[in-house]
């Protein structure tokens, strides 16, 4: 109880971003009283490369209320007007996945990352779909690991359907 009320006190007045974003993560792990409400109300904070937020989805992944899923998932999409902070998208799929592993809408998202224009998230999808056994994506899947883009793509595709699949002989170049 302490330490959730002295973590909340960081977040509200700490000149440090680092400092507020570290105490967010921290809130939900201690699963502190209001913890959910604040966190959503920090996602309002402004801070370099999004480590606030970032940490905020990690707060909220610990704190494990299923309110968080429908937070994150607005923090899932490509958004260059926003400076495509993909920390903070990696930080709001993990969540995503962790609170809502088999929700049919978290299992099509990641069917859809996996044409994400970020190759990064591509990787992330992928190995996110092979943990969550999402058989769906396997055409997708299939897809990426023929004609994929990017450092890793296409490896990580081929990897996802081995470990779906069982199979060694993913698709080939």
Same mark, same amino acid.
């Given at each position: 109880?302490?330490?959730?009320?002295? =973590?909340? &006190?960081?977040?509200?007045?700490? %000149?440090?971003?680092?400092?507020?974003?570290?105490?967010?993560? /921290? !809130? $939900? @792990?201690?699963?502190?009283?209001?913890?959910?409400?604040?966190?959503?109300?920090?996602?309002?904070?402004?801070?370099?490369?999004?480590?606030?937020?970032?940490?905020?989805?990690?707060? =909220?992944? &610990?704190?494990?209320?299923?309110? %968080?899923?429908?937070?994150?998932?607005?923090?899932?999409?490509? /958004? !260059? $007007? @926003?400076?495509?902070?993909?920390?903070?998208?990696?930080?709001?799929?993990?969540?995503?996945?962790?609170?809502?592993?088999?929700?049919?809408?978290?299992?099509?998202?990641?069917?859809? =990352?996996?044409?994400?224009?970020?190759?990064?998230?591509?990787?992330?999808?992928?190995?996110?779909?092979?943990?969550?056994?999402?058989?769906?994506?396997?055409?997708?899947?299939?897809?990426?690991?023929?004609?994929?883009?990017?450092?890793?793509?296409?490896?990580?595709?081929?990897?996802?359907?081995?470990?779906?699949?069982?199979?060694?002989?993913?698709?080939?170049?």
């Amino acid at each position: 109880r302490l330490a959730g009320a002295a =973590l909340a &006190e960081r977040i509200r007045i700490d %000149a440090s971003q680092y400092v507020v974003a570290d105490a967010a993560a /921290a !809130l $939900g @792990k201690v699963r502190a009283d209001g913890a959910f409400d604040l966190l959503v109300e920090t996602l309002a904070k402004e801070s370099h490369l999004d480590q606030i937020r970032q940490r905020v989805m990690d707060g =909220l992944r &610990e704190l494990g209320d299923p309110r %968080a899923v429908a937070i994150a998932t607005k923090h899932l999409d490509y /958004a !260059l $007007g @926003k400076g495509i902070q993909h920390q903070l998208r990696k930080a709001a799929l993990d969540c995503v996945t962790a609170l809502a592993p088999n929700d049919p809408a978290t299992r099509a998202r990641l069917v859809v =990352l996996l044409g994400d224009p970020y190759f990064r998230m591509k990787q992330w999808a992928a190995d996110k779909c092979a943990e969550l056994k999402v058989m769906e994506a396997l055409p997708a899947l299939e897809a990426l690991a023929k004609d994929g883009v990017g450092p890793g793509v296409k490896e990580s595709a081929k990897g996802a359907i081995e470990r779906l699949t069982g199979k060694k002989d993913a698709p080939k170049k």
